[in-house]
């Protein structure tokens, strides 16, 4: 089996890409729930808050 580095190296750019987009969203999601502390919300007025938030986008 042959193994060609710059296609590995292709393949683990795409994987830091989308972890750097999904650690985007979860410092928006935390900074949410921070600046929500002290509130009650029901279910459906948080989802809309959480779905308010921009959506994860794949920079590859």
Same mark, same amino acid.
């Given at each position: #089996? #042959?193994?060609e580095?710059?296609?590995e190296l292709a393949h683990v750019e795409?994987?830091?890409d989308e972890l750097i987009c999904q650690l985007g969203w979860a410092i928006q999601?935390?900074?949410?729930c921070? %600046?929500?502390r002290g509130r009650v919300f029901t279910v459906a007025?948080?989802?809309e808050k959480v779905d308010g938030l921009? %959506?994860?986008e794949s920079r590859a």
């Open positions: #089996m #042959m193994i580095p710059g296609t795409d994987q830091i999601y935390r900074n949410l921070r %600046a929500s007025d948080w989802q921009p %959506a994860v």
